[in-house]
Nanobody
Framework: QVQLVESGGGLVQPGGSLRLSCAAS????????MGWYRQAPGKQREKVAH???????NYADSVKGRFTISRDNAKTTVYLQMNSLKPEDTAVYYC?????????????????WGQGTQVTVSS
């Protein structure tokens, strides 16, 4: 009943920039936190950046100073601005959200994932 849809991936040269977006929709009561993860071929999925409902952020050491996570005022869309991209940033990027949603007369809190968007950094 909750969907996360990512967009903004693509091919970019080293040193370039991309902006990823992830929009949440469905029977949402509230979104508690959102984040971005990535998975490169042959590697485990890793957390890239995270933002709470209050706006607190944290980043993986490998992207600090280059990536910025933010949310819109409605707090249903999260963005990842990626600057100074490196070949090692190449991965499928996944949006993640902790969502409290309506379930009949009740609410439940679950973790949701987007379908992933490919980011390729190559000359």
């Amino acid at each position: 009943q909750v969907q996360l849809v990512e967009s903004g991936g693509g091919l970019v040269q080293p040193g370039g920039s991309l902006r990823l977006s992830c929009a949440a929709s469905g029977s949402i009561f509230s979104i508690n936190a959102m984040g971005w993860y990535r998975q490169a071929p042959g590697k485990q999925r890793e957390k890239v950046a995270h933002i709470t409902s209050g706006g607190s952020t944290n980043y993986a050491d490998s992207v600090k100073g280059r990536f910025t996570i933010s949310r819109d005022n409605a707090k249903t869309t999260v963005y990842l601005q990626m600057n100074s991209l490196k070949p090692e940033d190449t991965a499928v990027y996944y949006c993640n959200a902790d969502v409290t949603s309506y379930s009949g007369s009740y609410t439940s809190t679950d973790k949701y994932w987007g379908q992933g968007t490919q980011v390729t950094v190559s000359s």
